[in-house]
């Protein structure tokens, strides 16, 4: 059993950053691929990065690409979500998820466990 906990959201101004962080629990981090995805109101849930069990590998949806950086600390059980330069379509719920077992792990792939999520708003 893994227990995701998502926090760093809150209100910021468009061109702002926010460093999101998911803590986990349990002994299967290490093993864990980990995504970050994102619910607007009224939108499906996008897929918005992915980083592999060991940091080696990382992955970014275009419309994040070049502003958000994925990493993560096995040390501290924590992935972690730096969002700069920050857009008002950027507001969303956001979520990270666990994927047991896979070393790497995408949009379209499944995940074990989820986290509650964390409002980010941006305001213009």
């Known amino acids: 059993q893994v227990q995701l906990v998502e926090s760093g959201g809150g209100l910021v101004q468009a061109g702002g950053s926010l460093r999101l962080s998911c803590a986990a629990s349990?002994?299967?981090?290490?093993?864990?691929?980990m995504g970050w995805f994102r619910q607007a109101p009224g939108k499906e849930r996008e897929f918005v990065s992915g980083?592999?069990?060991?940091?080696?590998?990382?992955y970014y949806a275009d419309s994040v690409k070049g502003r958000f950086t994925v990493s993560r600390d096995n040390a501290k059980n924590t992935v972690y979500l730096q969002m700069n330069s920050l857009k008002v379509e950027d507001t969303a719920v956001y979520y990270c998820?666990?994927?047991?077992?896979?070393?790497?792990?995408?949009?379209?792939?499944?995940?074990?466990?989820w986290g509650q999520g964390t409002q980010v708003t941006v305001s213009s």
């Open positions: 998820a666990a994927a047991v077992g896979r070393y790497f792990a995408g949009p379209d792939d499944e995940y074990s466990y």
């Open positions: 349990g002994s299967t981090f290490s093993s864990a691929a």
């Open positions: 980083i592999s069990w060991n940091g080696g590998r990382t």
